[in-house]
């Protein structure tokens, strides 16, 4: 009796709420009439996914062509002792290579901003004097948007970055470290915090046993705050998420933010169908992201009551 | 045991293990500062069991502090053997309140932490043999692998102090040792002590609220009285035979007579205490 | 002697994922008016249970609870409850946090009668310069004087208390126990308190209950308090049968820990000498 109860509420509620959002939705849709025709409903952005899904497909099959074709031809050049040059694939980006490059960036921006936040969080947290004099500098950056960053970030990379034979695409650059500048704060506040607010019985046992300061950090102060730095990595990821999606639109990085602007220069109501699948792809990675870092946080994460 | 009477370290016989000298400490900003202790004078001989007995929040984990040299006194002087006492360290080994275990290691890195800083020099099968031989002594071998939240109560203490004898202090400091262990775990544990403490010939200083635990273990008993301004009175001494067995104790008049007088003592102290308007 | 409160058959069972439990079992009590008795066991034995039940807190499984002539039903403002953890709101001063029972209580007094009752309760517990302070400001200790002060300051025709000093170190415990022996000789309140510490239940009780291991715990024996009141703590201490009383209950307690489980439902059918009264 109360297991069924319970059932409907965990599981039926969701599914009700769902079907409610999808009819108002599709009952709005063929209402709001936009510039570029009917706003799409629900069905029109399920196929328009798997639109997107085909033209991947096909557009992979081309690749597989162009790559046969090619291997056709060099064993032909070889043969014949004609000099040979390798060609690669000039197709257009999929909307499964957007997704892929968006998260290469994000994950390459966040990298940056936990080697950067951590180490220094911990300084923070173990020195008073550290913490004093960043955190004036902490407060002031900390709320600054992703748009106001990434034109000096974009001057920056260009005046800095100059390389003939570039390893990464400037774009992508600009864009991971407009990731990374955002998604700092979060990891280097939790962290200081964390460090500040280890057990200080914790820190005594270290004195009596006089750890050298490394063993110290290693042993006692790291592992007990384990625990925050994770909630700090969370919350960077989410907002370095959040912010990718602006800075590919303005840096024009390939990727789920440059797809959708892309779309909207465009302008039909396919279009915006398309648009609408990659808010969904965007809510959804999103999403699975933040569980990969609640599992991961809750991995490392220790009953601190029971010390 | 083999106690050093009191009256050989007055008359310069022997320093005393651990002394302070007109020990006072306070916290908080100036204005709304509070004095902990004042006026504090505190000898512990070589071999012998003094228990603090005093109310929560008089100041018994500060002194345990100071006396561990986690914590500096604002006035007067700790000494060790007759000198200065050095910053806290290994040789004086402290089990605290809390237990203060590390809840991401297990029952042998507890303990493995405090033999890896105390013994560098040796191997580590060596090391690892110490180790198990310390948490064989307290009895966990079965929870070895064990992480703190998974043990209860009571051996998380024995950990805490399997940990502090890793340590190999001449003298050992408890703070509160069974304040967090339920009432049958702790006259147990209580025994398991007396018995460890009377093998092992150090220096202990007790910090407890409990009559009948400072009465089973030590040799002396010295009451704190009441802070603000805590200061330690004139000391009970328990010329109790040892080992000293909790049911037999309770027939023994000497016994009786010496826990009237202590718990009469204190209820008396209490009563004393400024800002109670009591009846 | 008349029953005020009396417990009968009284047994409780908990659903847990190994399925159903009877925790207490056949608890048979009665307590005369104005009759202080302390139900002293091991942790876990389902004491709380049985204070509980009568506190209207838990529901009764089988049996039944009379007091002063009606059975109970429910919780109400007639038995004044002291918990473990005076759970005091934090927000509210100590003098306000017992006003909330007494303004409930005494609704038909004025707001000065009813500011006096919460005030003078305060006032013998102890705490008449701290009426103002909000729990944080106060000790531990101090809290649980509120505790105290909230459950005698509505009057209620039956004091439970459930391990009111189970969280305070052992010298507070002692301080509380005078507070609340002298504030409950002021009016003798019937009392049923639950704890496991000997020296507190032989110091307040006229009788103890000493309750036998759970799960189906029941009353083993029970033990007479003969100790002259008023009570001085020294007096008991120096009372010829102190001692003795106090290895019975030891040993009572020390036996039952000692017991294999298999053991208990033998032992609680056969009684360990004493007959529930």
């Known amino acids: 009796m109360l297991d069924v109860r319970q059932l409907l509420r965990t599981i039926g509620a969701p599914v009700m709420a769902l079907a409610l959002f999808v009819a108002l939705w599709s009952a709005a849709a063929a209402r709001i009439e936009t510039s570029i025709g009917a706003l799409p409903g629900p069905g029109q952005v399920l196929l328009a996914a798997r639109g997107l899904v085909a033209e991947h497909r096909a557009e992979r099959a081309r690749e597989g062509e162009f790559t046969t074709r090619m291997e056709v031809k060099r064993r032909a050049a070889l043969a014949a002792g004609e000099p040979w040059r390798d060609r690669q694939y000039a197709g257009k980006p999929t909307y499964f290579d957007q997704i892929a490059t968006s998260l290469a960036t994000v994950f390459t921006g966040f990298l940056i901003a936990s080697l950067v936040a951590v180490p220094l969080g911990v300084l923070c947290g173990t020195s008073p004097t550290v913490y004093a004099a960043l955190n004036p500098l902490i407060q002031l950056f900390r709320p600054v948007s992703p748009l106001a960053w990434l034109p000096i970030v974009m001057i920056l990379v260009s005046a800095l970055y100059t390389s003939t034979d570039p390893l990464f695409e400037k774009s992508f650059l600009s864009s991971a470290i407009t990731v990374a500048l955002c998604s700092l704060w979060p990891t280097l506040v939790n962290t200081a915090l964390g460090v500040a607010s280890v057990d200080p019985d914790h820190l005594n046992v270290a004195r009596v046993l006089r750890l050298p300061w490394y063993v110290r950090v290693r042993k006692i102060v790291i592992p007990s705050s384990l625990p925050w730095i994770f909630t700090g990595l969370r919350l960077s990821l989410g907002v370095g998420w959040m912010v990718l999606i602006a800075a590919e639109m303005l840096a024009q990085n390939p990727g789920l933010g440059k797809f959708v602007w892309d779309m909207f220069q465009n302008g039909s109501s396919e279009t915006l169908a398309q648009i609408m699948v990659a808010v969904f792809t965007i809510g959804g990675i999103g999403y699975a992201l933040d569980r990969g870092m609640i599992a991961l946080q809750r991995a490392v994460s220790h009953d601190v009551r029971a010390t | 045991m083999t106690s050093v009477r009191p009256e050989e370290i007055r008359s310069g016989a022997r320093p005393a293990a651990l002394a302070l000298r007109g020990v006072a400490k306070g916290f908080g900003p100036r204005g709304r500062r509070s004095e902990v202790l004042a006026g504090v004078e505190f000898e512990l001989a070589p071999g012998e069991c003094v228990a603090v007995l005093g109310f929560s929040g008089s100041g018994k984990t500060t002194l345990l502090s100071i006396l561990a040299g986690l914590l500096p006194p604002d006035a007067g002087s700790v000494e060790m053997d007759g000198a200065p006492a050095p910053p806290a360290g290994p040789e004086r080994g402290v089990v605290f309140q809390s237990y203060a275990l590390l809840p991401w290691l297990t029952v042998a890195g507890n303990v493995q932490l405090a033999v890896d800083a105390v013994h560098p020099e040796l191997g580590r099968r060596a090391r690892r043999a110490r180790t198990l031989e310390l948490v064989r002594v307290v009895g966990l071998e079965a929870a070895l692998e064990k992480r703190p939240r998974e043990l209860s109560g009571g051996m998380r203490q024995r950990v805490a102090v399997a940990r502090a004898l890793a340590l190999e202090p001449r003298i050992l400091l408890l703070d509160e040792p069974l304040g967090a262990v339920d009432a049958l775990t702790r006259s147990s544990l209580q025994a398991e002590f007396a018995r460890l403490f009377e093998r092992s010939h150090k220096s202990v200083v007790l910090v407890t609220n409990d009559v009948d635990e400072a009465i089973l273990l030590a040799d002396r008993i010295v009451p704190l009285t009441p802070g603000p301004r805590a200061t330690l009175g004139a000391s009970f001494r328990v010329a109790l035979a040892r080992p000293r067995d909790r049911t037999w104790l309770n027939r023994d008049p000497a016994f009786k007579k010496l826990r009237n007088e202590i718990t009469t003592h204190l209820l008396e102290l209490s009563a004393r205490r400024p800002g109670r308007a009591r009846r | ?277």
């Not at chain 3, 918990?83 to 007494?102: D, E, H, I, K, Y």
């Open chain 3, 1 to 277: 002697m008349s029953a005020y409160l009396e417990l009968f058959a009284l047994a409780k069972d908990f659903d847990g994922p190994q399925g159903r439990t009877r925790v207490v079992e056949g608890f048979d009590i009665a307590l005369a008016r104005g009759e202080f008795v302390c139900l002293l066991g091991h942790s876990g034995c389902g004491k709380s249970t049985v204070l509980s039940m009568v506190a209207g807190l838990t529901g009764i499984s089988s049996g039944g609870v009379v007091l002063d002539g009606r059975e109970i039903d429910g919780p109400g403002p007639d038995r004044g409850v002291v918990f473990q953890s005076p759970s005091l709101l934090p927000w509210l001063t100590a003098l306000a946090n017992v006003r909330l029972g007494v303004d409930r209580v005494f609704a038909d007094r004025s707001e000065a009668e009813r500011r006096a009752i919460a005030a003078e309760t305060l006032e013998r517990v102890g705490l008449g310069d701290a009426l103002d302070r909000r729990p944080d400001e106060l000790s531990q200790g101090e809290c649980q004087r509120v505790g105290i002060a909230r459950a005698f300051a509505l009057a209620p025709k039956l004091l439970l208390l459930d391990e009111p000093f189970g969280m305070l170190d052992s010298l507070t415990r002692m301080e509380l126990q005078e507070v609340l022996l002298e504030l409950w000789s002021h009016d003798r309140k019937t009392a049923l308190m639950v704890t496991h510490d000997v020296d507190e239940a032989l110091y307040l009780s006229d009788r103890i209950a000493l309750m036998t291991k759970g799960p189906k715990a029941r009353i083993g024996e029970i033990v007479e308090v003969g100790f002259p009141r008023p009570r001085e703590r020294s007096a008991v201490l120096e009372h010829p049968d102190y001692y003795q009383l106090r290895e019975r209950l030891l040993d009572f307690l020390e036996e039952q820990d000692a017991r294999p489980e298999a053991e208990l439902v033998s032992d609680a059918v056969t009684g360990l000498g004493g007959v529930a009264a």
